[in-house]
């Protein structure tokens, strides 16, 4: 599950919660996306980039005819909820995950000499699916920020694997494949890896793993 916030909206507090209780749940990985276009509200959001307001931008033009707001939780890559409603988002695990139950693929991951070493299986018989891009994320696993101004003014925001940087691993052409990436080439301000496998430019999500990494974010 992704979480696209802003820490200039008032029901996201709410949301990154929600993303917290989620995250201790067996089998779901969650990311957390800040988005800057609230800024001009009166608070700067402290982790948001520029490129995740264009993720949830491209999610919006395949999903909510282009409407574009905060919280929005998309699951699987296939499903936008109000990110702030449990019940919607259970609902949309619920139906995207047993659409996605013959589809996934295998991805294993491992650390040695220095680098990062993915490997991506093939695509799954009878899927759909035959293509798709690799995705590293360096994430914080926890991170707290008080908000200065705006409608949350005064709040203390906890995160959950709060994206600080997203990698394009390469693409995935529905063969067995292995990737190879060094460490070193990876954001240091994080303290874990989330690996997953999404078809076309934003589509259904096919494989994802954790990954620790032994290092301290800043």
Known sequence: MELFSSQGCSRCPPAHRILQQLSRRPGIVVLSFPVNYWDYLGWKDTLARPEYG???????????????????AVVNGMRNCVGSNLGEIDAAIKSTSATLASQSVPLSVRQEDGNLFIEVGESATPSRHRS??????????????KIGAGDNAGQMVAYTNVVRR???????????????????ALSKDGDMLVVFLQTGKLGPILAATLVDMG????
């Open 54 to 72: 264009e993720r949830q931008r491209d999610y919006a033009a395949l999903l909510t005819r282009g409407e574009v707001f905060t919280p929005l």
């Open 166 to 184: 997203l990698t394009d691993a390469g693409d995935w052409l529905g063969a067995p494949t292995s990737y190879s990436l060094p460490v070193d």
């Open 132 to 145: 798709g891009k690799l995705w590293v994320a360096t994430v914080l696993r926890s991170r707290s920020e």
């Open 215 to 218: 290092y301290n974010g800043n």
